[in-house]
């Protein structure tokens, strides 16, 4: 070896050794686990703008009921409505405030304050566990089609391939290798008007597997119910920054108006209901700085291996609602609840337009009981 060559290797071995490891390798570490719970104080205001004849609004409330990850506190509002009644949806237990101002109202205005508290999920799937198996009724609505989500002709056809594809034969065999194909076969699209549509039967028939968390996640509830396997959507806003420096998995400020953000979770026997996350998969790839990351990235894989059995508790659910109807509206079933809706002069706003339908969200973070 010259002796030029042997000071330049002899230089990028001191430097290495200088260094952590993870600096070179530029590892990222995901790991949320279950600790401290995380109080905040959910805001939602609404202003009805050019208000004229009836005017109406539902605004989702954090309705889910798991205590382990997740604990509902008080819901508060205030206003100058003529009535404002809580709301349940009969099948899945979404809940909504339901107001209604009197006609010609000058200038209509809501805001409701919802309390909750999170903390972080993280399932040890090497290690199944006594649980609990899921009623008659809960794994029938947990593996039925929806009118956005259907488990038969092509859902089924390619659930069947995929399954097939991975030689997978148990349920988390059947969950993690659909899991892993949406990762690797689906894009996450910036242009996508809020959380994207979730029509899943319409992407496999176009081939168009692009979109944002409503659709790359019913995706993935799709083709696992149609794997026979239970699986379901929940609807939910981000309210606080990641813990653990990932910029595109948390709220970037407390104005949280577009922070909307639907998971996934899977019933897998012996583990009980299962937290994952695909679509925020891709969101890394596409968002997570520098942006445009390679499926390799080290923050990438990182995500990938934790979020199939993990999510970080800076979340607030809503609900695992789909078709829901508004009570007092003549307008279609929703496919789902996860924006605040209103009518004015029984036309319904659009929910992906805040500036204009004029709602705003924020969330700060209180004291945890």
Sequence with gaps: MQRREFLKSAAVLSLAAAFPRSA????????PKPGAWRAVDLVTK????????????????????????????????????????????????????????????????????????MRDRAIDLSKPGKVAPLSDAERKLNL???????????????????????????????ARAIYDWVVENTVRVAATRGCGVGDVAAMLKTGNLGGKCADLNALYVGLTRAAGVPARDVYGIRVIPSQFGYKSLGAGSSNVTKAQHCRAEVFLEGFGWVPTDPADVRKVMLEEPPANLAINDPKVVAARKTLFGAWEGNWIPYNTAHDVALPGSTHPKLGFLMYPQAERASLLLDCHDPDNFKYALTAKEVKAS
């Design 24 to 31: 070179w390798a530029e590892e990222s570490v995901f790991a």
């Design 144 to 174: 039925e089609g929806t009118a956005l989500i259907p488990v038969d002709g092509i859902v089924k056809q390619t659930s069947d391939k995929i399954v097939a594809a991975a030689n997978a034969r148990s349920d988390i065999e059947k």
């Design 46 to 117: 609404i202003t009805v703008e050019k208000p004229d004849g009836k005017m109406q609004a539902w605004i989702p409330l954090p309705s889910v009921t798991e205590s382990e990850w997740v604990r509902n506190g008080e819901t508060t509002w205030t206003g100058n409505t003529a009535s404002a009644t809580r709301a349940r949806d009969s099948k899945y237990g979404a809940e909504m405030l339901h107001v209604i101002w009197k006609e010609n109202e000058a200038a209509p205005v809501l805001e409701a304050t919802s309390r909750v508290e």
